[in-house]
């Protein structure tokens, strides 16, 4: 599955709820939710847009179409800042944000697939994904969180999974600078990708590489995690950073430098072993470099999509395109 951005809707006042609410069914019902799983979407935005006005006074709704193999689900994310915000408290049934009309956070999690929290003094992410009722597959624990600079409609930053049995291969391509030139040259890569992403590391990088001559070139990482051997190869070109992070450890994955699509001196993939019920964490340079998600105790434990908006929030340098993509690494994915 390739990328598409995260859309912001920003959460200030009461007037912006009911933009939310339908900017959230409509993308739904566009990808083939019906009335009642659409309704379950409009109900869930207007509750966590109504809950960020009560708790935080601002913040940000994050929407995104989560593909499938049959159809899509739709991912909504409310991110703020606010300091206080008590999660158990809002939990409880009967505790409405908004006086007595909303269902409240446990009607929340009531009309959602997956529901995840994490809260401290820094702020709150609340992560809701709905599915149609008829899409039985399991959530893919994955996040991804995607932003152009300036909101630009192109971004220079492109990704791409794809999904094998126990395998997973994942790219990343920073086309330097940002807008659409950047896309372009982002793209071309992405294409060859996508034809065989399960080739050795070394020929895909040489096939995007002649892929991308001519275009402005970008920054590249490849990783691919086989949960049958429970290893993970990596090969990075350029300030794509990576990391694979264990509950007690977080290691860098290394890259070389230089430019795919321009120059670079020989490339070595890198391989880690025994890295089931580990994060792999992907961004561009967009994002700083200098977190620890041992700072936010618990912050490993929660679910990948809770990571990516919380390193976004905290980290995004404001100059560039980031991209965030965090990815559960388990051999159970079918």
């Known amino acids: 599955m390739g990328g598409s951005m995260t859309q912001v809707l920003p959460i200030e006042d009461s007037s912006q709820i009911g933009h939310a609410r339908r900017t959230a069914q409509q993308l739904a019902e566009k990808h ?99 599915y149609p009722r008829s899409d039985r597959a399991p959530d893919r624990r994955i996040g991804i969180s995607q932003h152009a600079l300036h909101h630009d409609p192109a971004c220079g930053d492109v990704w791409h999974l794809a999904f094998d049995g126990p395998r997973i291969s994942a790219l990343m391509i920073d086309g330097l600078g940002h807008g659409e030139e950047a896309e372009r040259a982002a793209r071309a890569g992405e294409r060859v990708f996508a034809l065989s992403p399960f080739t050795s590391p070394l020929l895909l990088l040489e096939d995007i590489h002649h892929a991308m001559i001519g275009t402005r070139g970008g920054a590249l990482a490849i990783a691919q995690f086989d949960g049958n051997s429970n290893a993970l190869r990596f090969v990075g070109i350029g300030n794509i950073g990576g990391s694979l992070i264990a509950p007690d450890k977080s290691r860098g994955l290394a890259s070389h430098p230089g430019i795919v699509g321009g120059q670079y001196r020989k490339a070595q993939p890198f391989d880690y072993a025994q890295v089931n019920g580990q994060l792999l964490i992907l961004y561009s340079d967009g994002l700083q470099s200098r977190w620890n998600l041992q700072d936010y105790p618990g912050l490993v434990h929660r679910h990948p999509a809770v990571i990516a908006a919380i390193l976004h929030r905290d980290f995004c340098r404001g100059r560039d395109d980031v991209t965030v993509l965090v990815i559960a690494l388990e051999a159970t994915h079918g």
């Open 32 to 130: 083939g939710f019906d009335i009642t799983d659409a309704g379950r979407v409009a109900l869930v935005t207007t509750e966590l847009a109504s809950n960020i006005l009560k708790h935080a006074t601002h913040g940000e709704l994050h929407l995104r179409v989560l593909p499938r193999a049959s159809g899509a689900g739709i991912e909504i994310i409310a991110v703020d800042r606010a300091q206080g915000f008590d999660v158990h408290a809002c939990l409880t049934d009967g505790f409405s944000t908004g006086g007595t009309q909303g269902i409240g956070l446990g009607g929340v999690s009531r009309q959602t697939e997956v529901f995840d929290v994490y809260a401290d003094a820094r702020g709150a992410v609340l992560l809701t994904r709905l």
